[in-house]
């Protein structure tokens, strides 16, 4: 079985593969909203067969918007091979217009493990995601080629409509109007996040999805990851993520990194296209009512710290 992948692509990774003898399509990644990502078996002659990810940009829009995504990504697992206590899959080939695939694509190795964002003990996930991410942040950026751009213009942002802290997210808004962040410039995964974390036997075993890399304020990713973290799990959670963070960097991130990841992707949605990727990833007990009022105390947090 290929699952749904057209035989161009099989073709393209039978012809990258050195030795590949079949592709066998395993199907898709759950969570991917910029991309289609297919878990691929690939039979080899004379050797081991290989577990690997193929991501094809599959959505027209995003090709015309974002066409440098494989590109960046290509360029950020070539940096990250071998890297000091990161562990992210190692770059196979990359098609960056479709002239071989279908579409353009990446191909990369599949690493073990699985995202997990109802973990058994959110203080030793916390610790572990910080952990994770201070490793990337050793790295310099300066490989890479895009920088840090906002996900939002500061100008047009209005409070969101459903929110009961209304002067709090202004705050923040406010504050994005006429500051940038300040802070080490380091290699940006830029979407980080528990859904792009994998997870074996209680600790991290990777960190994939990697498109968005650029180079950047550090306290960006943690800000990234602290959104979500206070989505799922609340405030007090982001707050133990933050200071795990600090211990092992020794940095302490600007409060408007906070504002400017949350208002990224929360402010002025109604977040109904975000609770439905939470639920994908298994936290089907949150409700939009519960994430709202979570988000509303997360901006008031942030708001005051400004």
């Given at each position: 079985m290929n699952d749904d992948l057209p035989p161009r692509a099989i073709e393209w990774v039978r012809a990258t593969v050195p030795g590949a003898r079949s592709v066998r399509g395993l199907g898709r990644f759950v969570g991917a909203t910029t991309s289609t990502p297919h878990a691929i078996e690939v039979e080899r002659d004379g050797a081991p067969s290989l577990a690997l990810v193929l991501r094809r940009y599959t959505d027209a829009q995003v090709r015309a918007e974002e066409p440098q995504y494989p590109h960046t990504e290509a360029a950020a697992l070539r940096t990250l091979d071998g890297a000091p206590g990161v562990v992210a899959p190692r770059l196979v080939a990359v098609d960056e217009t479709g002239v071989a695939c279908d579409v353009p694509a990446v191909l990369m190795t599949r690493l073990d493990g699985s995202p997990t964002l109802t973990p058994p003990d959110v203080g030793v996930w916390v610790r572990g995601l910080a952990q994770a991410l201070v490793a990337v942040h050793r790295l310099d950026g300066a490989v890479i080629e895009g920088v840090y751009e906002r996900w939002h213009d500061p100008q047009a942002l209005q409070p969101p409509r459903w929110s009961r802290q209304r002067a709090a997210w202004a705050r923040l808004i406010e504050a994005s109007r006429h500051s940038e962040p300040t802070g080490e410039v380091v290699l940006l995964h830029r979407d980080y996040h528990p859904g792009?974390?994998?997870?074996?036997?209680?600790?991290?075993?990777?960190?994939?999805?990697?498109?968005?890399?650029?180079?950047?304020?550090?306290?960006?990713?943690?800000?990234?990851?602290?959104?979500?973290?206070?989505?799922?799990?609340?405030?007090?959670?982001?707050?133990?993520?933050?200071?795990?963070?600090?211990?092992?960097?020794?940095?302490?991130?600007?409060?408007?990194?906070?504002?400017?990841?949350?208002?990224?992707?929360?402010?002025?949605?109604?977040?109904?296209?975000?609770?439905?990727?939470?639920?994908?990833?298994?936290?089907?007990?949150?409700?939009?009512?519960?994430?709202?009022?979570?988000?509303?105390?997360?901006?008031?947090?942030?708001?005051?710290?400004?």
């Open positions: 792009n974390v994998l997870w074996k036997g209680g600790v991290v075993s990777g960190i994939v999805d990697w498109p968005n890399a650029c180079r950047g304020v550090a306290g960006l990713d943690a800000g990234h990851c602290r959104r979500d973290i206070a989505t799922t799990h609340g405030a007090e959670a982001a707050e133990s993520f933050l200071a795990a963070y600090g211990e092992a960097s020794g940095r302490a991130p600007d409060a408007l990194c906070d504002a400017l990841t949350l208002l990224d992707s929360n402010a002025g949605e109604d977040g109904t296209s975000i609770l439905g990727a939470y639920h994908a990833y298994g936290c089907t007990d949150l409700t939009l009512d519960v994430m709202r009022a979570r988000l509303d105390e997360y901006a008031t947090l942030i708001a005051g710290r400004l």
